[in-house]
């Protein structure tokens, strides 16, 4: 580990070095200094945010040698995703410690919240085809987002045309992997529209791991010649063996299906100082899950749940700096053989503005989320961020805020022979505060952040005594998490081609095993240590390829190292890759008892044509 970080430091100081001697400000093509960071009220460029925010641009995309999201956000630092297998069927998002729940994912803003449980929040994840970006909103978010922007949100933003064209995708290897999709653009004089369909399937690379998983998308924008109108329709089908995903009884074989589907409708309004964005969504997931795959009748929960929601997000800019306001009604309901028939009535109302001070070097951003949940009190969650821009491409920012999170109905209801949920539970709250320093220009950007967050009722679920089989979702009483995370990424031409070197570490410190240890079920294997570098090269015309290396240690004493590696090889409209993951053969745990894959390869061609 010690050898890697010395390594790439010893590299960095050479792109320095490479760097002086450039005059090429245009290295990079999708430089992070034009990207706009599209949060729901106040969009500001990517260097003028006072915030820790990560951006995964196209290009990103195209060099990370990930063939899903899941994969993809497992090369930035502060993410922890831990995944039960290969092909992104099931896995848990974390951000600077937080839990699985507490982490909200956004598709083009709208908001993919399930009120069972956060284990789905990845099932909503799209098809890297329809991806432009993604934003990774670090810290306290709830002013911003509200409910279950705990310890961060991730926003993906999907393209807005492909032009008239097509591109297929067929892919094979490993376990008996075997993906195909279809990505269409089609561009009409009054309308564009974007349509993919893929199928992911496996045999699995240990007992009852295999899998069989649908994407279908479809992006359409009407009347775009006056006032746009853009629909959004997803449904995301995964059936996986799910073996000891859940329990280590050897005696059961757990399978389940999940169903996770959007239909949203949003447009625009705007003139040159007022912006409103209407929304109208319907989001659905489904769970099926079986503790005996071959014995139905044995264990089957089937779970429910359907969220609608309407929301206006507006921004005003005056003299006196830009006003965003937004207010936010939706509608849950649940059916569920275990949790229930359940309802509930949510509502959200920001207001935060952003002064811009002292020739426009002072930005000061005060905000306030007002949030009723009918089955739980009005909250009030305000926050602050300031930010100050030595030069103009070096800033130093700050921002404090209060955060929360409500329990989900599997915390409150859900029961089984060793599980029992606890209706009298509080919400989670945490004070987080957070101070950093970005430097970005096109051809490199860095940043160090150090944050602390003091949390109070975080739920999980624990026994009071190692004779007691159940475990009961408690609110644990204080817990507070501290860290560091550094990030740089440098673009520099050699034999007149772009190449990219970035680093990554972060470190987090938290008490939470000082509450139960012994007899906890999920506080366990945060992340202490994470170092992650990615070297994507081009040396010809027509070939490029990627190397990702991976370093974790976990609280619970656990390190591993993991490489992974691509190579793409472009020949007229066609492109054929390979794709390597843990080349040397770790053998690593990343959730509970699953070992990860072993050494796998994966082989692919794509052809496009207009």
């Known amino acids: 580990m010690k050898k890697s970080i010395l390594f790439t430091a010893i590299v960095l100081i050479g792109a320095f070095q490479v760097k002086a001697q450039q005059d090429d400000a245009a290295i990079m093509v999708d430089s992070l200094s034009e990207v706009v960071v599209t949060a729901n009220r106040i969009n500001l460029p990517f260097k003028e945010n006072s915030r820790t925010i990560n951006i995964i641009t196209s290009n990103d995309i195209k060099n990370s040698a ?8 497992q090369q930035v630092v ?37 009120a069972q449980t956060g284990h789905h929040t990845m099932n909503a994840a799209l098809p890297l085809e329809v991806i432009e970006r993604i934003e990774i909103i670090k810290g306290p978010a709830a002013r911003v987002f509200g409910q279950n922007a705990f310890a961060g ?30 990505t269409a653009g089609v561009d009409t004089e009054n309308s564009t529209h974007i349509i993919h369909v893929g199928r992911m399937t496996s045999e699995g690379y240990r007992n009852n791991s295999d899998y069989d998983n649908g994407n279908y998308y479809l992006k359409s924008v009407f009347n775009k010649n006056a006032q746009p109108i853009q629909m959004t329709a997803t449904f995301l089908e995964r059936n996986f063996g799910a073996e000891n995903f859940y329990t280590t009884n050897p005696t059961f074989h757990e399978y389940e299906e999940t169903q996770n589907s959007l239909l949203a409708l949003s447009t625009t309004f705007k003139n040159n100082k007022l912006r409103i964005q209407p929304r109208i969504y319907w989001k659905r997931n489904q769970d099926l899950f079986l503790l005996r795959r071959n014995e139905p009748s044995f264990y089957r929960n089937m779970h ?34 275990n949790l229930g028939s359940r309802n509930r009535f949510m509502s959200n109302v920001f207001l935060e503005h952003r002064f811009s001070i002292a020739d426009n070097k002072l930005d000061i951003t005060p905000g306030v989320a007002l949030t009723y949940f009918s ?9 602050l961020d300031i930010g100050y821009n030595l030069t103009n491409t070096f800033k130093v920012y ?19 022979p060793v599980t029992s949920g606890n209706t009298d539970l509080e919400p989670e709250e945490a004070f987080a505060q957070e101070l950093g320093l970005k ?17 109070d009722n975080l739920i999980d679920f624990i026994r009071n005594d190692v004779s007691e089989d159940v475990f009961t979702a408690t609110n644990i009483t204080e817990v507070n998490t501290k860290g560091l995370e550094l990030d740089a990424a440098y673009n520099f031409k050699f034999k007149d081609f772009t190449q990219t070197l970035s680093v990554g570490y972060a470190f987090l410190d938290d008490n939470i095993l000082d509450q139960n240890e012994e007899l906890s079920r999920y506080s366990l294997n945060t992340l202490k240590h994470q170092y992650t570098t990615r070297l994507s090269t081009q040396l010809f015309k027509n070939v490029r390829q990627n190397i990702i290396y991976k370093y974790a240690e976990r609280t619970t004493g656990q390190t591993y190292n993991v490489w992974d590696a691509s190579l793409v090889i472009k020949v007229k409209k ?22 990860m894959p072993p050494s796998n390869v994966l082989f692919g061609l794509r052809y496009s044509f207009k």
């Open 304 to 337: 429910i749940s359907n969220k609608i929601g309407v929301e206006t997000n507006a921004s005003y800019a005056s003299k006196l700096g830009i006003t965003g306001f937004g207010v936010e009604l939706s509608q849950i309901y649940l059916r569920s053989n």
């Open 375 to 383: 089955d739980f009190k009005l909250r009030a969650f305000p926050g």
């Open 78 to 114: 502060g993410v922890d995703i831990r995944r039960r297998g290969t092909g992104g069927s099931q896995a848990d998002l974390y951000i600077r410690g937080g839990g699985f729940d507490q982490t909200l994912l956004l598709i083009d803003g709208v908001k993919m919240d399930d």
């Open 439 to 455: 430097y970005t220009t096109p051809e490199f950007n860095a940043s160090v952040a150090v944050f602390n967050r003091d949390a």
């Open 66 to 73: 990930a063939v899903n999201v899941t994969d993809l956000l």
């Open 153 to 182: 949100a991730i926003n993906i933003i999907t393209k807005k045309n492909l032009d008239n064209s097509v591109s297929l995708n067929v892919e094979a290897g490993s376990f008996g992997q075997l993906n195909g999709s279809a």
């Open 574 to 595: 066609a492109e054929f890759t390979i794709t390597a993951n843990n080349i040397f053969d770790a053998d690593y745990i990343e959730s509970g008892f699953i070992p």
């Open 398 to 416: 700050g921002n404090i805020g209060y955060t929360y999170r409500i329990p989900t109905y599997t915390d409150l209801y859900y029961n089984d």
